[in-house]
């Protein structure tokens, strides 16, 4: 805690912006034009929706940010094959987060069910849980009553529980609400995809990620502290090499749920086995504090104190873990408390003089390259996949050509997504070059496609 509190002071003054400067009102993706899309299961060609996709507006005052959006994202959504017999669906809200965040110097807030923070689309961030502990579950089996959601007892994870119903993007709706409990990146993108949703609904998430690079800004947590992706600077004074950030909770060495990491006795959940592995509920980790010397580890909010490219005086961040395959790792974004005074909340109207942010052209414009944009596979039979390895605040055009300069396909990466696709089974054997156009800068690729 001494640690804490001295770094705390030292970057104070760095934590106090303005708003011509604040990271929390220039970072979130404006839109208004572009609708969200979703799949229904059967049919892998996405149907338009009429809300808006992204953030509708962003304004402050001198203590708050005002974000306005439907929580729907650019990428395609659905579906959801667990049964689960939701949409994601327009939330018109408007959510306030505190302008300078602060330490919350009492006894931590804990996460909570439903919204506890947003990404830079405007997309819910939930915590771990699914809402259903084992008690209660296994009451319900037996057909008798049950302690009700939320007793607190073998409190079951969404991100293992509930898998099997979610998206190619890892995310899912509650009750029209689509939010994210994890590394908001699409499963077909990790090292070791242990979901093929992707295979037939192709989706590709908020960002990709690229080990070789500090991870965007993807979000705010409800105490007003950053998020970021996967990876950063090993160092905590930004320097280093870019490392992955790792969890510092691991998984308990039980074979029986009789009680929890701290020694007490509790009600008895299942043991562990195959339907039930370790990692099936919270309870089932342990918190181990990080060494001085390991930096990349992270503390018990699942943040740590260190400079970004966003916050180069430094500020207290959250990021999103993942194992060595780029799976999700727990606590997986925030939690399971914050680590700021948590202030944030969705309201139904703003009440005091605010400014309208309105991004410049220049802002929002993505300076595209070849070496930040990734083609396979290639040679390919059938489809191709172009990916940037950044966010774009912006609409880009993809175009597939022959060599005779013949136009054959085009296609957009949309606002706050990095991948789309063509379709290759219809052309010949040979060689086509794709462009990428992005404000009038021009990169193009070359692919080869093989039968």
Not at 254 to 270: E, N
Not at 355 to 374: E, F, G, H
Not at 396 to 418: C, V
Request: with cysteine.
């Amino acid at each position: 805690m001494k640690k804490h509190i001295t770094l705390f002071s030292f970057m104070l003054a760095g934590m106090m912006l303005n708003a011509q400067t604040n990271p929390i009102i220039l970072n979130w993706l404006q839109n208004n034009t572009v609708t969200g899309r979703h799949y229904v299961k059967g049919n892998s060609t996405p149907i338009v929706d009429a809300a808006l996709a992204n953030c509708q507006s962003v304004k402050y005052s001198a203590t708050s940010v005002y974000v306005a959006t439907n929580s729907i994202p650019t990428y395609i959504t659905g579906p959801f094959q667990d049964g689960n017999p939701s949409l994601a669906t327009a939330q018109n809200g408007i959510f306030k987060f505190p302008l300078n965040p602060t330490q919350n110097t009492g006894t931590p807030t804990a996460t909570t069910g439903g919204n506890i923070g947003l990404f830079i689309n405007g997309v819910a961030l939930f915590d771990y849980r699914d809402g259903v502990s084992w008690s209660n579950a296994s009451q319900a089996l037996k057909g008798l009553p049950s302690g009700g959601v939320g007793d607190n007892v073998w409190n079951r994870d969404a991100v293992v529980a509930e898998r099997v119903g979610f998206d190619c993007a890892k995310a899912h709706p509650a009750m029209g609400n689509y939010h994210h409990h994890q590394n908001p990146s699409a499963f077909s993108l990790d090292l070791k995809v242990i979901s093929t949703v992707c295979t037939l609904y192709a989706s590709d998430g908020l960002y990709a990620i690229d080990s070789t690079k500090h991870s965007p800004l993807i979000g705010f947590a409800y105490d007003g502290f950053p998020i970021y992706g996967a990876y950063a600077y090993k160092n905590a004074d930004g320097t280093g090499d870019i490392v992955r950030m790792k969890s510092s909770y691991t998984l308990r060495d039980i074979t029986t749920r009789t009680t929890y990491a701290g020694g007490a006795t509790v009600t008895a959940g299942p043991a562990v086995n195959t339907t039930y592995p370790l990692g099936y509920f919270r309870e089932d980790y342990q918190y181990n504090v990080p060494t001085a010397s390991s930096q990349d580890y992270l503390d018990e909010h699942n943040g740590r104190f260190c400079k970004t490219p966003e916050y180069p005086n430094g500020i207290y961040c959250y990021f999103a873990t993942v194992d060595e395959n780029w799976n999700s790792a727990y606590p997986y974004v925030v939690g399971p408390t914050f680590y700021g005074v948590k202030t944030a909340a969705k309201v139904t109207s703003i009440t005091e003089t605010v400014t309208t942010y309105t991004p410049s052209t220049t802002s929002i414009k993505s300076v595209i390259n070849a070496d930040k944009i990734n083609v396979y596979p290639n040679p390919t039979s059938d489809v191709v996949a172009i990916q940037l390895n950044h966010l774009t605040a912006n609409n880009i055009t993809l175009e597939l050509y022959d060599l005779t300069g013949k136009l054959l396909q085009t296609s957009q990466i949309l606002q706050g997504s990095t991948i789309t696709y063509f379709d290759t089974r219809t052309l010949y054997e040979g060689t086509y070059l794709v462009k990428i156009i992005d404000n009038g800068n021009v990169v193009t690729k070359k692919i080869v496609v093989a039968k």
